[in-house]
């Protein structure tokens, strides 16, 4: 692990409390699952507060509780944090309730990043299902920031139906920026012209440099096992393969215990891990 | 203001017990007065107005025909029903019947049981119609009352532990019974929520808020029927207030065969 | 005997009825003296104020899910092996507020509780207690993680610790290397003999409370006594666990089924998390008033042997109570080596026997070992 960088938002006298940061803008993106944009407002913090792609905030509604949201923004963009959630427990659904001007509890950034740096020079594939390209996104800005600084770059998502799929206007973008698109949906509509099937598929349609490739993946825990088994049966080495994981966290500091997975507390020591770190627990049922 | 949620509450076969505890929040009794439009409260006050209602808060057990008609037209008229305490989540005491004979019972209580009509089982209200959150205990505890209204006002789910009693008892330093006494106690199989009250007493629990889920009695059956004090007495134990919850009665029967 | 020559390091005798001095010196200092005490028929951990507050005469005999206390013919005042209670509940308490949001328009103003914490004096910290208090010192005051309540706590604390002459049924703290000799970290530690207590003076503080109090040089044979007493108290330690392939035992055998065998029994209560000295898991509760004003967060211990432990938006990771036990033993004696540099446990045996079914960890631990099927 590198060494300890203090996260931003995290007060020294009681790391429970949270800083407050407005709602600024919220984006509709699909069925159940909106964006919304803070700013924090202690200017101070607004200027300073920074993160790596693949960190999450906990955000914070009073009564309500706390959740791990990913960070969905550019971190290089320092205006404002984006947190795509989609509304399913009881504070994501109160999330959900929030208007423009009111304010959330923000606690973070927490956990690993995407090893952006150390995958420089590599090709690199991100494979996402629904929600879980929300913590892809900063990888995918990072990218498009410093597209010389990589090989080629595929990004292989899927969502149920074509109404599901995240920032489709942003396709466009990422295509200019030499970047391959794939995707695919479990259901099609009339307007889908693309394909249907689940994502790990979608590794048959390009050929891979397995020695010099990464893959990063966020989705549905059974696509994340078939994407390892794709990735592997190209022989991307398991240190290549980068798993975001989902589990609990209350703390995000690796304190209350909630998220362990083996020796990992998934909010501290993730949530991006080297699949060569889970090999021993990822096929253990209900561990 | 903007208008307040109406809140009835209906009183079944019962102690009254349940619907004190609502009385008993005198902290809190003002503000909830201003939150929420009492509508229907015989307990409380005269002024009883006809539905539908918000909230309906449901105390006691359906043992009669009337009952049962009454209990369906109260879920016709409340968006939010929630059975409170064990008579209405589970049966309460009056379920005991259910394993004997009713009439019997009548017999020897009654001197003109003919003049009865009653139902030959106590049934928890969700056995006639569905129920949208139900509060275990005898009688149920005021502050798992009030987290009820308060998260019902706040749109969220409320914060009732799932835990066993067990976890109530180490957290508030009260000796276990069990072990330190040979004291038989259902603690370990019975759902968190009343604060551990009878441990703290010196007496074992006897499982009021029902059997926490997935509950293993069999195990703590075998534990509590080496230590019996009288033959019997871990059957007795099940078969008290919750003995109609579905895993306490399987628990008995077992203990029985 | 002159002041002066109090040396920290160095060994004296005290007279036990100077022993109230001594208390009476740390509430000088500020220090809540806490210690052992009958209540009903255990003991538990409350404010002491005198010697005779002290469980004088008794013992206790603690089997797999069993504790009673019994009454001696002798006057000694540590005899006693500790009950349900641990110090973690005045370092780590089991409900604390983190803090209260006040409605101030249409945001919050947060109200921190106060910085001041107590100031405790723990009376009679065995070796395996000392350890667990350093084993959770290793938790709440990481680098990147620190909580201002322990870490307040715990800069305060005073430890007056014990040497355990009389172990009980359930110790084990030999096979874990953390008794009965207590180790470093203490301020002040004793041993009873029949007349006096011999104190080792273990740090400055230490050193400064008992300066002034007719101490006495102690002699070769006290102190032979006191080692004769140990030697006799680690013999008399039976139980064992062997620690030799921990903690790869626990990780390669994820799939025993042995853990099935011992949910059979296992009531998922929770009682061995909550009695254990080194468990820590903790969850967060907010409680919001009628006319939402006011909400407050507080911290309350958890277990992972509770059903909404591992729950979460993609279901629950542990639904049953094979893996909830799966879990709360593979880390104690698994991956909490990885975790903190230690096993999460100190032989202290409190799981064994606070545990109304008395699954004894000491017993199923070695099954483990044996084929699985």
């Known amino acids: ?287 | 203001m903007t208008t307040r949620p109406t809140l009835a509450v209906h009183k079944f076969s019962s102690c009254d017990g349940c619907q004190l505890q609502i009385l008993n929040m005198e902290d809190e009794i003002l503000d909830l007065a201003e939150v929420i439009d009492i509508a229907y409260f015989l307990e409380a006050t005269r002024d009883a107005r006809p539905g539908p209602y918000t909230i309906s808060m449901v105390e006691g057990s359906v043992t009669t025909e009337h009952e049962v008609e009454r209990i369906k037209k109260i879920r016709q008229e409340s968006t939010i029903l929630i059975s409170i305490g064990t008579c209405a989540t589970a049966g309460g005491i009056q379920a005991l019947r259910n394993v004997a004979d009713a009439d019997e019972y009548a017999n020897i209580v009654y001197p003109n049981p003919e003049y009865l009509s009653y139902l030959k089982e106590a049934s928890p209200i969700s056995e006639y119609v569905d129920v949208d959150m139900e509060l275990w205990g005898c009688p149920v505890n005021k502050k798992q009352l009030l987290e009820v209204i308060v998260a019902l006002l706040q749109n969220r789910r409320p914060v009732l532990p799932q835990s066993s009693v067990c976890m109530e008892c180490k957290q508030a330093g009260t000796i276990c019974v069990l072990v330190s006494e040979g004291v038989p106690c259902l603690g370990p199989v019975t759902q968190a929520g009343c604060g551990a009250i009878c441990p703290a007493n010196g007496r074992g629990c006897f499982g009021c808020f029902g059997p926490q889920d997935g509950a293993n009695t069999d195990s703590l059956s075998d534990i509590l029927t080496d230590i019996e004090r009288y033959p019997g007495e871990t059957k007795r134990l099940y078969s008290n207030i919750s003995n109609f919850a579905p895993a306490f009665y399987e628990a008995t029967r077992k203990l029985t065969d | 005997m002159s002041q002066e020559k109090l040396e920290i390091g160095s060994t004296y005798a005290l007279p036990k009825a100077e022993f109230d001095n001594l208390l009476a010196r740390l509430k000088e200092k500020g220090f809540e003296t806490l210690g052992a005490k009958v209540d009903h028929e255990t003991l538990v951990y409350e404010p002491i104020s005198a010697l005779a507050d002290l469980p004088q005469g008794y013992i206790s005999e603690q089997k797999a899910g069993e504790f009673r206390l019994k009454k001696t013919h002798h006057k000694r005042y540590f005899d006693y092996i500790p009950g349900a209670h641990s110090w973690k509940q005045f370092l780590f308490p089991s409900r604390q507020e983190l803090f209260t949001l006040h409605k101030n328009g249409d945001g919050w103003n947060t109200e921190l509780p106060d910085v001041e914490q107590p100031k405790y004096a723990f009376i009679g910290v065995r070796g395996c207690e000392l350890s667990a208090i350093q084993i959770q010192d290793g938790i709440f005051m990481r680098e990147d993680f620190t909580d201002p309540t322990y870490a307040k706590r715990r800069q305060n604390l005073f430890i007056l610790a014990v040497n355990c002459l009389h172990p009980a049924e359930t110790c084990f703290c030999t096979s874990l290397k953390t008794g009965p000799k207590v180790s470093p970290g203490f301020d002040i530690s004793l041993t009873e003999l029949e007349d006096v207590f011999l104190l080792e003076i273990g740090s400055e503080i230490g050193r400064l409370v008992l300066q002034g109090l007719p101490l006495e040089a102690s002699s070769a044979f006290l102190l032979q006594a006191a080692q004769k007493g140990l030697e006799r108290a680690e013999k008399k330690i039976q139980r064992e666990l062997d620690t030799s392939d921990l903690p790869d035992l626990m990780t390669k055998n994820l799939d025993h089924n042995h853990w099935q065998e011992i949910a059979e029994r296992c009531l998922s209560c929770g009682n061995c998390t909550q009695v254990c000295p080194t468990c820590f898991c903790w969850d967060t509760v907010d409680t919001s008033d009628l006319l939402g004003k006011e909400t407050k967060r507080e911290r309350v211990w958890d277990s992972c042997f509770n059903p909404s432990y591992s729950y979460y938006a993609g279901g629950n990771t542990r639904p049953t109570i094979s893996t909830r036990y799966r879990q709360w033993l593979t880390h104690k004696l698994g991956t909490w080596k990885e975790q903190y540099g230690t096993l999460g446990c100190v032989g202290c045996g409190r799981c064994i026997v606070w545990c109304p079914a008395g699954i004894d960890l000491t017993e199923e631990i070695p099954l483990f070992r044996e084929e699985k099927s």
């Open chain 1, 1 to 287: 692990m590198t060494t300890f960088i203090k996260p931003s938002a995290v007060h020294e006298a009681q790391p429970m409390a949270p800083h407050w940061a407005d709602v600024v803008e919220i984006v509709h993106e699909a069925e159940g699952i909106s964006t919304y944009w803070l700013k924090f407002q202690d200017k101070n913090l607004a200027e300073t507060y920074s993160f790596l792609p693949g960190q999450f905030n906990m955000v914070y509604i009073p009564g309500y509780g706390e959740a791990a949201i990913s960070i969905s923004s550019d971190a290089e963009d320092r205006t404002r944090i984006g947190h795509t959630i989609r509304f399913v427990g009881n504070v994501t659904r109160a999330v959900s309730r929030l208007k423009v001007g009111d304010a959330v509890g923000i606690r973070g950034p927490f956990g690993t990043p995407w090893p952006m740096v150390e995958l420089e020079g590599h090709d690199i594939t991100i494979a996402a299902g629904g929600i879980g390209l929300a913590p892809l996104r900063p990888a995918i800005y990072h990218i498009m920031n410093h597209r010389e600084r990589y090989g080629k770059v595929h990004i292989l998502y899927g969502a149920r139906t074509p109404n599901d799929m995240l920032y489709p206007e942003e396709y466009a973008l990422w295509k200019e920026n030499d970047i391959h698109v794939a995707t695919t949906v479990d259901r099609a509509d009339d307007t889908w012209k693309g394909s249907v099937g689940v994502v790990p598929m979608l590794f048959y349609r390009y050929r891979m440099d397995a020695p010099k490739s990464a893959v990063l993946t966020c989705g549905p825990e059974i696509m994340i096992r078939f994407v390892i088994f794709e990735g592997l049966a190209r022989r991307v080495p398991a240190d290549h393969i980068y798993v975001s994981l989902e589990r609990n966290m209350k703390c995000g500091q690796g304190s209350c215990g909630h998220c362990q997975l083996g020796p990992y507390f998934i909010c501290k020591d993730g949530p991006v891990f080297r699949f060569d770190q889970l090999e021993d627990f990822f096929n253990v049922e209900e561990f």
